[in-house]
Each structure stands twice: as C-alpha cells, then as structure tokens.
C-alpha cells in the first residue's frame, strides 16, 4: 500500500504527427514544449507540453511496435495516465501483483513501465522520478 | 492566443461502479477521494482523486445522457482531459473558434463547458477556476 498519493507526471497522447500536434496544443492551450525525443530502442518520438512542475501532455507519435499497432487500430488519442514513482522496481512489484513487468529507459532519460493490467480500462505507466522535468 | 500555458485540473475517467473504481483507485496509488458529487442536471455522479493544487483523476459514473450513450458505446477508460480557465467565457469562445458551447454548472459548483471539436481526437473539458479544491 502507498503511503502517499501519487502524482500525475503526463496524460500520454497517441498522435500521427508530433510537429503538427505540438504546435497545435502549444497554439490552443499556451502549451510550452518541455523537450522533445526520439526514442528508437522504443520506436516513438514524444514530445512534453505544459508547464514545469505540473502535470504534463505527452503527445507520442509511434514508428513501430506495440505502439504503432495501436494507433493502427484504435487511432489517435488519448492512451495512458502516468504516475510518478520514488522507486520504479518497487511500485511495480506492487502494482503489477506479481506480474511481470517490464522495466524500460523511457523518456527523459528515467526508468518506465506500464502495468501489465488496465485499471477501468485505462493503461497506467509509471515513471521514476529523477531531477528532470 | 493565451499568454500562458493552461493547466490540466483533471483527467475523466469513465467507469461504471463509482465506489469500487473510487475504492480501488484508492488503494492502488493511494489517491485521496477529494469530493464526490451527484450532478442531477447532468446525470452524471463524480468522485475526484488525488492530491489538492495537483492534476486529478475524476471518476466518472453516467446515469443518463450522453455520457451514458459513451459508456454504452465504448465502455469504461479514459475520457477527457479538463484544462483550468479564469474566464471560461472568454476562453470557449477563443477555443471553439466560433462554434456553439455549451456552459454547464459542473462539479465543485464551477462553470465547465466541452470543447465542440476534440483536439487529436481528445475531448477538452474547460473549468473556470474557482477557490475550491
């Protein structure tokens, strides 16, 4: 059991074209893009909207992989929820109640997983928290 | 075109058992249950999550409506993404680019209005922003 809560770190959205979509945000909500990535190991490029310190949007736009399969399937929207985590090995032990899960260098450089189950049907990953934004 | 960066005052979520979603997202990533409403004039009934002054998650049961049509359609999962405005006047009108909205007294006793026209297949929810949690 948490002790505390866990904050929202983003709201992953599946996008078909990250440029066209992160202007569009940053144009429709003031958005500022935090940084943007290429994560080939991954086949996504994501890029953070919001603001520091704040829960953000990550628009994701898939190359390949499970994650193209998705936007194949289901298109463009949103996809997950993301809690941040002290300690990644930890919470998903917890959270995934014994099921494997696996354990991945995600965005920003930090340890991410997503729960091998859906809660109310909605994909959670988790990321580990390191002083980045 | 906003002079900053809007935040994101919650995530909905729709799920068909208000209590046991509620319950569990509780015990999963220990979020506090920060209200819970039944909005009668919208048939819906909410229960927010998570921690004060930080992004939430709002569960989310429709009784009638369209939000229960959405359930029926596509089940439980995740729904919209609700950006705080000062003004939601002013902020509808500049994001539905012209477009009817339609300003509803939501949950907390706040103004809220859904955007007409997703955004990357997004449904936007807007909440004036009020001394509430």
Redesign the interface.
């Known amino acids: ?8 770190d983003h ?1 992953g ?3 078909r074209d990250l440029d066209a ?1 992160a202007a ?2 940053q ?6 893009v935090l940084g943007t990535e290429s994560l080939d190991h991954l086949g996504i490029e994501v890029t953070y ?3 520091e310190g ?4 990550q ?1 994701l736009k898939p190359r390949h992989g499970p994650l193209a399969d998705y936007l194949a399937e289901h ?7 993301c ?1 941040a985590v002290e300690d990644i090995a930890e919470a998903a032990a917890r ?1 995934a109640g014994g099921a494997a899960v696996n354990i991945v260098r995600g965005g920003r450089g930090r340890l991410a997983c997503f729960l091998p189950e ?5 994909i959670i990953e988790l990321t580990e928290v390191r002083p980045s934004f």
């Open positions: 059991m948490p002790s505390g809560a866990l904050s929202i709201i959205v599946v996008v979509a569009d945000w144009r429709r909500f003031g958005a500022q909207l919001g603001v704040q829960s953000m949007v628009l298109g463009e929207g949103l996809h997950h929820i809690y959270l859906r809660v109310n049907n909605v």
